[in-house]
């Protein structure tokens, strides 16, 4: 392409490292997209398709959306099996002389959504990697926004295909191109098949006297997960081994005319066997049963072993009573702990994590009054009270979504921090004195001081006062003029500004400093 300018030879060059995906390229306040990208996600997204260059022989076409809004956009790219490469701005625009430097931060894929809009509470987010080798088959699956990641191997095609069925992945990646065969039957439970023929050597959490074939499974299916999520993923549990021959054989046909987990007609889960039998209270609880019955028992002592456990409960009304009200202020904290460990928690999911732990010595007093052996195993759960003390002496009950805004820690918590807020709120009550003030001095009793975020503070005198009103009397100086109105400054309210302001920013910039490192802390609990 002739004459591409800087900006449009960065963009190429990034696209052509990530040709698999759409591109979110950052510009300002956007995530642009160009060419074929433009043109699929405008019609996919139902967004305006516009031209770069438009006055140019050979205009490029480009869409884009609000980089604030982008997660629902993003969501549905995924819900229609794409893959997003996010990249971003790394320096900032008005601190840097030339092209800004940009790089992927992450690619989300439909098997690798974190993010809480993205993903059912009640189902797990599977991405699966298999890989043949010799007369054998390996196979591996994770979801990473819990950190559950287990591991098998078996001898036939048939196996493969019904544990593929069962863990029913969002994405599969595997390590060669599939037969035309294999690859449309698989696509009968799902349309994201990736193929990466570049298995690192870099080493992860599995014993290497373990069967090789699950070795190498793995380690693909991690290093896919490293490759687009670029950041720690510590809450990724040790590989749990399984063997398929341990649970009863289903496959695709059968467990579509069951209709156990999904109704055959509308595709949902009402009318099917976990509907009817889903009176569990935790999004944790929900994805247990529904593994329970995607992997049916068939050994008689384990499936004993679990009813003994049920009729433990049956024979306890008011325990199990007792448990289900406590059950029902503990939160998804499996996806909490992943969100700690992925960076993007929030101040409102530690106020979940909190009123869930704080539930830990209440269920562990209540399981000790039942006799079943198995469930004294419960013995083993940690109460985190220090854990539960700093979350108690940090954040607010209420804070906002967002961490950057500040109003996120209780007063007490940090002096410097406390100073600045005193500060900002000494300010503001200066203010309304002020503006009483004036407005016994001028005599307008509509006078009012405002602020915005390009001006500042003004004080507001609308044209129906203005008559016989001079402003260099009062110490005014005009600062805007609007149609109905006058904005004027005095060098007291500015030099109050400078303060009040000073104190603000600098009170959400500690805030967010001290957010990020209590994650850091939360994150030593993982």
């Known amino acids: 392409m002739s004459n591409v300018t800087p900006m449009m030879q960065q963009y190429l060059k990034i696209k052509s490292e990530y040709d698999d995906c759409l591109l979110f390229f950052r510009l300002g306040d956007f995530y642009e997209m160009f060419f074929e990208d433009a043109k699929e996600a405008s019609r996919v997204l139902e967004i305006t398709l516009t031209k770069r260059d438009a006055k140019k022989e050979d205009p490029i076409p480009m869409c884009g959306v609000p980089y604030h809004s982008a997660d629902s956009y993003i969501e549905t790219l995924i819900n229609n099996g794409y893959k997003v490469a996010i990249c971003e701005q790394m320096e900032d625009p008005k601190q840097t002389k030339g092209m800004v430097k940009r790089e992927v931060v992450r690619i989300v894929t439909p098997g690798t959504v974190m993010d809480q809009g993205g993903v059912d509470e009640k189902q797990n987010n599977y991405i699966l990697s298999f890989i043949k080798q010799g007369q054998e088959y390996a196979l591996s699956y994770c979801d990473i926004s819990t950190g559950e990641l287990k591991a098998t191997h078996f001898k036939d095609e048939a196996t493969l295909l019904n544990e593929i069925t069962t863990i029913n992945p969002n994405e599969i990646v595997v390590n060669e191109t599939l037969s035309e065969n294999m690859q449309r039957q698989i696509n009968m439970i799902t349309e994201t098949i990736t193929v990466r023929e570049d298995i690192s050597n870099q080493s992860f959490s599995v014993n290497n006297n373990e069967h090789e074939g699950m070795y190498q499974s793995t380690q693909l299916l991690l290093d896919y997960i490293h490759h687009t999520q670029k950041r720690d993923l510590s809450h990724l549990e040790e590989v749990q081994h399984y063997a398929a021959i341990d649970f009863m054989k289903m496959d695709f046909y059968a467990k579509r005319n069951l209709e156990l987990t999904e109704s055959i007609r509308l595709k949902s889960k009402k009318g099917t066997l976990l509907w009817l039998m889903d009176e569990t209270k935790t999004p944790m609880g929900a994805r247990r049963l529904k593994q329970w019955i995607d992997r049916p028992l068939i050994y008689k002592q384990q499936i004993e072993e679990r009813l003994n456990i049920v009729d433990e409960f049956i024979n306890h009304f008011i325990e199990r009573d007792t448990l289900r009200n406590d059950l029902n202020q503990v939160y998804d904290i499996e996806r909490l702990v992943g969100r700690v460990s992925y960076g993007n928690v929030n101040a409102r999911d530690l106020i979940q994590l909190k009123h869930s732990i704080s539930e830990i010595p209440n269920i562990k007093q209540l399981l000790s009054q039942l006799e079943s052996d198995k469930i004294t195993q419960f013995d083993e759960l940690e109460p985190l009270d220090d854990l539960l003390e700093v979350l ?109 302001l000073g104190a603000e920013d600098k009170a959400i910039e500690l805030e967010y400093q001290l957010f990020v490192k209590l994650r850091e802390h939360i994150k030593s609990y993982t």
């Open 392 to 500: 108690e002496n940090s954040l607010v009950e209420e804070p906002p979504i967002s961490v950057k805004d500040g109003g996120l820690f209780k007063t007490g918590f940090n002096q410097q921090l406390d100073e600045y807020l005193e500060a900002s709120r000494n300010g503001k009550s200066w203010l309304a004195e002020l503006q009483a003030r004036e407005r016994e001095r001028t005599g307008i009793k509509s006078l009012k001081i405002s602020f915005n975020k390009v001006f500042g503070y003004f004080i507001e005198i609308t044209r129906a006062n203005l008559q016989g009103f001079e402003p260099s009397e009062f110490g005014y100086n005009r600062k805007q003029t609007l149609s109905n109105a006058e904005r004027f400054i005095t060098d007291e309210l500015k030099e109050k500004e400078d303060i009040i």
